[in-house]
T-cell receptor
Framework: LAKTTQPISMDSYEGQEVNITCSHN???????ITWYQQFPSQGPRFIIQ???TKVTNEVASLFIPADRKSSTLSLPRVSLSDTAVYYC??????????????FGTGTRLLVSP | DAGVIQSPRHEVTEMGQEVTLRCKPI?????LFWYRQTMMRGLELLIY????????DSGMPEDRFSAKMPNASFSTLKIQPSEPRDSAVYFC??????????????FGPGTRLTVL
């Protein structure tokens, strides 16, 4: 079971770019890297997923180096509404095409005016 | 689509009482998950189903917890008897058919359980 390590908290200001790095040294060949976002009193929400190199969607970018032992979630020009907990997950590949996700403690991002 | 629906949203009960949490997954999704979230332990996977069949219940804390999925559109998580340490937010999530490259779970709003 691949474990992840990410900072407990980060602070930023509106309009800045935020990069949250996650370490997953024992990631398996078949594992994907997934990030979720959770607002207070809500369930987690999928942000982005990748396997290698770079993935970009309308919300964020995910950078994964060649060794895949870490990944960086990049949030461009954050706003107050991006204040949330961000979870980095590495799927526990069961070899069946399905990954059981294990949530860690997450990174609490606080965006200030 | 209405998303994953959970009921009740809040539940307050007394120690020893039976508690039943309900979940309606998104139509067409073939995986259903039950999670528990507390400040101390974070978000923990309790059990998950595939096509209504329980696949892995290794996260269920003890025999007081049970889960069922009688059909594709309904699941329950039951705690009997409940204890104060069961107080937490319980989330239900569902996942559409697909492979690991499109592994997205959709979470419900959660049920906040308080056991006095």
């Amino acid at each position: 079971l691949a474990k992840t390590t990410q900072p407990i908290s980060m602070d930023s200001y509106e309009g800045q770019e935020v990069n949250i790095t996650c370490s997953h040294n024992n990631i398996a060949t078949n594992d994907y890297i997934t990030w979720y976002q959770q607002f207070p009193s809500q369930g987690p929400r999928f942000i982005i997923q990748g396997y290698k190199t770079k993935v970009t969607n309308e919300v964020a970018s995910l950078f994964i180096p060649a060794d895949r032992k870490s990944s960086t979630l990049s949030l461009p020009r954050v706003s107050l509404s991006d204040t949330a907990v961000y979870y980095c997950l590495v799927g526990d590949s069961l070899g069946t095409g399905f990954q059981k996700l294990v949530f860690g403690t997450g990174t609490r991002l606080l965006v200030s005016p | 689509d209405a998303g994953v629906i959970q009921s009740p949203r809040h539940e307050v009960t007394e120690m020893g009482q039976e508690v039943t949490l309900r979940c309606k997954p998104i139509s067409g999704h073939d995986y259903l998950f039950w999670y528990r979230q507390t400040m101390m332990r974070g978000l923990e996977l309790l059990i998950y189903f595939n096509n209504n069949v329980p696949i892995d219940d290794s996260g269920m804390p003890e025999d007081r917890f049970s889960a069922k999925m009688p059909n594709a559109s309904f699941s329950t998580l039951k705690i009997q008897p409940s204890e104060p340490r069961d107080s937490a937010v319980y989330f239900c999530a569902s996942r559409p058919p697909g492979d690991a490259s499109t592994d997205t779970q959709y979470f419900g709003p959660g049920t906040r359980l308080t056991v006095l």
